[in-house]
């Protein structure tokens, strides 16, 4: 079936540091990718997303590309701040029959000092 | 942007008894929404696919008479869980989709985290 997997956390950098989180997905056809991030004491946020291979979805200072040959979609910032720290899941949306279901990633809890 | 609420928060309840957790979509009309189950440090588990008007389409091993889910209206989704056990404890999220042209997007609710004594 259908699968997720991220890089285990929790992740601590300093402030204005680079920020990797690695995904990688195993799925069947060509699924959509997201990236959602979850602020404390609130519900799930879209932060990106990109739907064919090559596709690179950016907001806010994140970037991530769909690499469909390392089957990846790992998510980048050049300089993180404070107010990024919060836990991020990887998604995928199979499409087909399976339209609207997504399958997320453990989850990584990223922590940013000053 | 769309906002989705969830009710209660937070709930505390005896083994035995049942737990309705609603999800409103506040100020856009949802068709579909979803349910899902997340555990302390898990990803969240898709339970069942909510549709407006019909019945409720459960993931493999979700038992449907165990999480009875009522889509009775285009903002409004419900979450029974029958009989509850402690195992049945956990962090509940909805979602609600948004389709408005081109865009198709999930919002999420804040969760409802269960505890069942």
């Known amino acids: 079936g259908d699968s997720v997997t991220q890089m285990e956390g929790p992740v601590t950098l300093s402030e204005e540091a680079f920020l990797t989180i690695n995904c990688t997905y195993t799925a069947t056809g060509y699924p959509s990718l997201f990236w959602y991030v979850q602020y404390p004491g609130e519900g799930l946020q879209l932060l990106l997303k990109a739907t064919k291979a090559d596709d690179k979805g950016s907001n806010k200072g994140f970037e991530a590309t769909y690499r469909k040959e390392t089957t990846s979609f790992h998510l980048e910032k050049g300089s993180v701040q404070v107010s990024d720290s919060a836990v991020y899941f990887c998604a995928l949306d199979a499409g087909g029959t399976s339209y609207g279901k997504l399958t997320f990633g453990q989850g990584t809890i990223l922590t940013v000092h000053p | 942007g769309a906002v989705v609420s969830q009710h209660p928060s937070w709930v505390i309840c005896k083994s035995g008894t049942s737990v309705k957790i609603e999800c409103r979509s506040l100020d856009f009309q949802a068709t579909t929404m979803f349910w899902y189950r997340q555990f302390p440090k898990q990803s969240l588990m898709l339970m069942a696919t909510s549709n407006e008007g019909s019945k409720a389409t459960y993931e493999q091993g979700v038992e449907k008479d165990k999480f009875l889910i009522n889509h009775a209206s285009l903002t409004l989704s419900t979450l029974t869980v029958t009989s509850a056990h402690p195992e049945d404890s956990s962090f509940y999220i909805c979602?609600?989709?948004?389709?408005?042209?081109?865009?198709?997007?999930?919002?999420f609710g804040p969760g409802t985290r269960l505890t069942v004594l």
């Open positions: 979602s609600a989709r948004l389709l408005a042209g081109v865009r198709d997007t999930q919002y």
